[in-house]
């Protein structure tokens, strides 16, 4: 069956774009370009799961990316989709053709020193929302904690004198974080303003202007506006918040299963992909510092 049939297919029945039809060409004639070539086959409709699988291989060989690589790999389930939906073929090869895992995405921290400007440099207005809006990003950082559990934290859960707070996390799970003294002062602070502003001296420990509890949408908004005062970075919410805390802390040398107990992760699994983030700092660091790191073979 003749690959130019499906192209119009594609153009007359699912009108994709012109574009769209030109790639799915391209990657139709490379693989039937590998399979006259390493496979002995005239068309590729002749093709079965396993040649399928050894141009998946094949690509995979060339360094080709995992996304690359299912992208071609979906071109195909749809040519062969097409050829089995009329009736050119009793099975489809590819439902046996499993593709390759994307490699999972790296946690994006921001940096410390633009942190580091947006504590120091960075000006918040002296009434309550903007103190409360400053502390919010202290507390986050400083803690690992996240935004859900940000907003369930009351007056009662911090304890000023030992310089620890009870997290609420998930599953009803609690866990004690400890803080600064630094955090603790400005801690004390905020809740006098709070008391002062709104009367309450018990509740959420966050309010609204309005001295009703917080809720996820502003707390996002928040902390990005502020983020990206300082940061390029494209995750710029609260979670990059408590990304950066454990990213800096594996940075800093600190055990793995004491990161672990911080964030309130129940796997150490969840918390390894830090691990991950310091090797690549480190490599990074190599590359920029070394002598012989020029190449990417002195790397390895």
Request: aromatic fraction near 8%; hydrophobic fraction near 35%; glycine fraction near 4%.
């Given at each position: 069956?003749?690959?130019?049939?499906?192209?119009?297919?594609?153009?007359?029945?699912?009108?994709?774009?012109?574009?769209?039809?030109?790639?799915?060409?391209?990657?139709?004639?490379?693989?039937?370009?590998?399979?006259?070539?390493?496979?002995?086959?005239?068309?590729?409709?002749?093709?079965?799961?396993?040649?399928?699988?050894?141009?998946?291989?094949?690509?995979?060989?060339?360094?080709?990316?995992?996304?690359?690589?299912?992208?071609?790999?979906?071109?195909?389930?749809?040519?062969?989709?097409?050829?089995?939906?009329?009736?050119?073929?009793?099975?489809?090869?590819?439902?046996?053709?499993?593709?390759?895992?994307?490699?999972?995405?790296?946690?994006?921290?921001?940096?410390?020193?633009?942190?580091?400007?947006?504590?120091?440099?960075?000006?918040?207005?002296?009434?309550?929302?903007?103190?409360?809006?400053?502390?919010?990003?202290?507390?986050?950082?400083?803690?690992?904690?996240?935004?859900?559990?940000?907003?369930?934290?009351?007056?009662?859960?911090?304890?000023?004198?030992?310089?620890?707070?009870?997290?609420?996390?998930?599953?009803?799970?609690?866990?004690?974080?400890?803080?600064?003294?630094?955090?603790?002062?400005?801690?004390?602070?905020?809740?006098?303003?709070?008391?002062?502003?709104?009367?309450?001296?018990?509740?959420?420990?966050?309010?609204?202007?309005?001295?009703?509890?917080?809720?996820?949408?502003?707390?996002?908004?928040?902390?990005?506006?502020?983020?990206?005062?300082?940061?390029?970075?494209?995750?710029?919410?609260?979670?990059?918040?408590?990304?950066?805390?454990?990213?800096?802390?594996?940075?800093?040398?600190?055990?793995?299963?004491?990161?672990?107990?911080?964030?309130?992760?129940?796997?150490?699994?969840?918390?390894?992909?830090?691990?991950?983030?310091?090797?690549?700092?480190?490599?990074?660091?190599y590359q920029q510092a070394h002598p012989s790191a020029g190449s990417d073979d002195a790397a390895g």
């Amino acid at each position: 069956m003749k690959i130019a049939s499906f192209l119009q297919y594609l153009t007359h029945e699912k009108r994709f774009s012109q574009h769209t039809i030109k790639a799915y060409g391209k990657d139709l004639d490379q693989f039937l370009e590998y399979a006259e070539e390493n496979c002995g086959l005239n068309s590729v409709a002749e093709a079965t799961h396993h040649h399928i699988r050894s141009f998946v291989v094949h690509l995979i060989s060339e360094g080709r990316q995992a996304r690359t690589v299912n992208r071609k790999l979906s071109t195909l389930k749809a040519y062969f989709r097409f050829l089995t939906k009329r009736g050119h073929l009793k099975a489809d090869p590819t439902l046996k053709v499993a593709a390759p895992k994307l490699p999972k995405r790296l946690p994006a921290a921001i940096q410390k020193d633009a942190l580091q400007h947006l504590f120091t440099e960075i000006t918040f207005s002296a009434d309550y929302e903007g103190q409360r809006d400053r502390m919010i990003l202290e507390l986050l950082y400083a803690t690992g904690m996240r935004r859900s559990e940000l907003i369930k934290l009351r007056v009662a859960d911090l304890d000023l004198s030992k310089r620890q707070l009870l997290v609420r996390g998930k599953g009803s799970k609690e866990r004690l974080v400890p803080f600064s003294q630094q955090l603790s002062t400005q801690l004390q602070a905020h809740i006098e303003l709070r008391q002062a502003t709104f009367q309450q001296t018990d509740g959420p420990l966050f309010l609204t202007a309005k001295g009703k509890p917080l809720y996820p949408k502003l707390v996002y908004n928040i902390v990005k506006r502020y983020l990206s005062a300082v940061s390029s970075s494209e995750q710029r919410g609260p979670h990059a918040l408590r990304h950066s805390f454990a990213t800096h802390l594996s940075e800093n040398g600190a055990e793995l299963n004491a990161i672990k107990a911080l964030l309130g992760h129940s796997s150490l699994a969840s918390t390894q992909i830090y691990t991950h983030n310091s090797i690549e700092r480190l490599r990074q660091v190599y590359q920029q510092a070394h002598p012989s790191a020029g190449s990417d073979d002195a790397a390895g």
